[in-house]
């Protein structure tokens, strides 16, 4: 689907065929990067993909999540 935004920008028509219905269920993808926000950007949907997040209850609770499991990680067992 990127390759078919690059191309359309580029003023190259194209047509994309999906082999499914196009719902995703399982999203693959957790962050976008540098360039490829670049590309969102320059297609001007970038605004979208950055309110499209996970929003900010879901990640603080990874961050407290990260700060328990890095206080288990430095536990200390008692020798026995």
């Known amino acids: 689907m990127s390759m078919a935004a690059q191309l359309r920008y580029q003023g190259i028509d194209c047509i994309v065929i999906e082999k499914t219905d196009g719902v995703v ?3 693959k993808v957790s962050t976008v990067g540098y360039p490829s926000m670049e590309f969102c950007r320059r ?3 970038s605004e979208n993909i ?3 997040g996970w929003g900010m209850k879901f990640l603080k609770m990874w961050r407290c999540l990260l700060i328990k ?3 288990f990680n ?3 067992l008692p020798c026995s």
């Open 74 to 76: 430095n536990y200390q």
């Open 50 to 52: 950055r309110n499209a």
């Open 43 to 45: 297609w001007g949907i």
């Open 69 to 71: 499991f890095e206080e």
């Open 25 to 27: 269920r399982d999203p």
